[in-house]
């Protein structure tokens, strides 16, 4: 009930195509679903955040599409760059505590 | 830089010891979160404290246990140590508790049990 699935456990996209990443989860406690991007040597950072009353959020060229019937969730990047390659955690909450999707590791080829 | 502080980056270790890993908090922020994450484990939630008090526990070992001091900084405690406890772990911070906070992550210390 506390899991969240998220695939593709990696992914290739050439510079200027749109990564898509899905995740899904069980718990309709659930109430907040975060996107994290993580860099080498780095903790990962808050990208982009939806709550389950909206089927969409956008914010630059990140979009979250969320459909609570299916419980499931997908960040958009449009017009990948080679700066965007990272790993990517979906994850949601239910009260203070985060649960995060396994990653996908998005190399964005130049 | 998130404003999360953790020490040391890389600690080198052998099983059977003990390690205390520290988390200074960004400014004003009261919860700290200590997370795990591993290659076949993903990121793992620990424990939350918020205020010098346990708020939530997760997956966290009883050879693991932490604290935050009156001064909000946090200490991770690791003692009996074995091979599977190598891994990164992350201390991340925010104001208050709620489930819809942003979460600040430090960048990590690097574990190594040989």
């Known amino acids: 009930q506390q899991q969240v699935k998220q695939s593709p456990q990696s992914l290739i996209v050439q510079k200027g195509g749109i990564s898509i990443i899905n995740c899904a989860y069980e718990?309709?406690?659930?109430?907040?679903f975060p996107w994290y991007q993580q860099f080498p040597g780095k903790g990962p950072a808050l990208l982009i955040a939806i709550r389950p009353d909206v089927s969409e959020k956008k914010e630059g060229r990140f979009t979250i599409s969320f459909n609570k019937s299916a419980k499931q969730f997908s960040l958009h990047i449009m017009d990948s760059q080679p700066g965007d390659s990272a790993t990517y955690f979906c994850?949601?909450?239910?009260?203070?505590?985060?649960?995060f999707g396994e990653g996908t590791q998005l190399t964005v080829n130049p | 830089d998130s404003g999360v502080t953790q020490t040391p980056k890389h600690l080198i270790t052998a099983t059977g010891q003990r390690v205390t890993l520290r988390c200074s908090p960004r400014?004003?922020?009261?919860?700290v979160y200590w997370y795990q994450q591993s290659l076949d484990q993903g990121l793992q939630f620990l424990i939350q404290?918020?205020?010098?008090?346990?708020?939530a526990k997760g997956n966290i070992l009883e050879r693991f246990s932490a604290q935050q001091f009156p001064d909000l900084h946090s200490e991770l405690n690791l003692s009996s140590l074995e091979l599977g406890d190598s891994a990164l772990y992350f201390c991340?911070?925010?104001?208050?508790?709620?489930?819809?906070?942003?979460?600040?992550f430090g960048s990590g210390t690097q574990l190594s049990v040989l």
């Open positions: 994850a949601a909450s239910s009260g203070s505590r985060l649960t």
């Open positions: 404290y918020y205020n010098g008090e346990e708020r």
């Open positions: 718990n309709t406690a659930f109430d907040y």
């Open positions: 400014s004003g922020d009261l919860s």
């Open positions: 991340a911070s925010t104001k208050n508790t709620g489930s819809n906070e942003k979460l600040f």
